[in-house]
């Protein structure tokens, strides 16, 4: 695997867990003035760990 593809992967892997943490432990932000609820981070969860798996699926496909 590419240094390169690694890093996003792993990249995108670590953002997917921390919104996973965020949701499980409802974990409040606030961008400003706006509140951002806790269930948003359940699909950021799912996008950004289907990317991770997408591009690693990806990556050991085209290196057979």
């Known amino acids: ?10 990249f995108l892997a670590a953002v997917s867990a ?3 943490t965020r949701f499980l432990l409802r974990i409040e932000v606030r961008a400003g003035e706006v509140l951002i609820p806790p269930w948003w981070s359940l699909p950021a969860f799912v996008f ?7 591009l690693w699926v990806e990556n050991r496909r085209s290196g057979r």
């Not at 695997?1 to 792993?10: G, L, N, Y």
């Open 1 to 10: 695997m590419k240094p390169s593809i690694a890093t996003a992967v792993i």
């Open 18 to 20: 921390a919104q996973l």
């Open 48 to 54: 950004t760990g289907g990317l991770a798996l997408w």
